[in-house]
């Protein structure tokens, strides 16, 4: 009856971890696109280093997310909305770097300098949670 029953507990921690597992794999599939492409965007059309920083904090958030999907709901929430405003700075990013070079092509305008000071100085904002 004991072996049975620690047999059991295994299968269902080994089923209920494989649920979890999957079902992480998913929103990564679905959230991980966008990251990249809204890195990439942010990197190329403004500055490197505050895109590239900004990338390691999301994937040290996406681990934070993953570790609180295996507890309850209350413990991956922080992760979820840390990794959105991470994702929002980026977008941001990338919108303020297409403006900046629709002004340098059309008015002769450069504002980038002024534009990195300003994200590289907010990057580090990102740490406050």
């Not at 507990?9 to 492409?37: E, G, K, V, W």
């Not at 991470?86 to 990338?94: A, P, T």
């Amino acid at each position: 009856m004991g072996l049975v029953s620690i047999t059991t507990h295994r299968l269902l921690h080994s089923f209920s971890l494989q649920l979890i597992s999957s079902s992480f794999r998913r929103n990564c599939m679905d959230a991980y696109p966008t990251f990249l492409a809204v890195m990439w965007c942010a990197g190329l059309c403004l500055s490197q280093a505050p895109a590239a920083f900004s990338g390691i904090i999301y994937l040290v958030v996406r681990q934070k997310y993953f570790v609180g999907y295996m507890g309850q709901t209350s413990q991956s929430t922080p992760g979820y909305l840390f990794g959105k405003r991470i994702l929002f700075f980026l977008f941001l990013m990338c919108v303020v770097g297409i403006f900046n070079y629709l002004l340098l092509r059309h008015y002769g305008s450069d504002y980038k300098d002024y534009v990195e000071t300003i994200t590289g100085a907010a990057s580090a904002l990102l740490l406050i949670p």
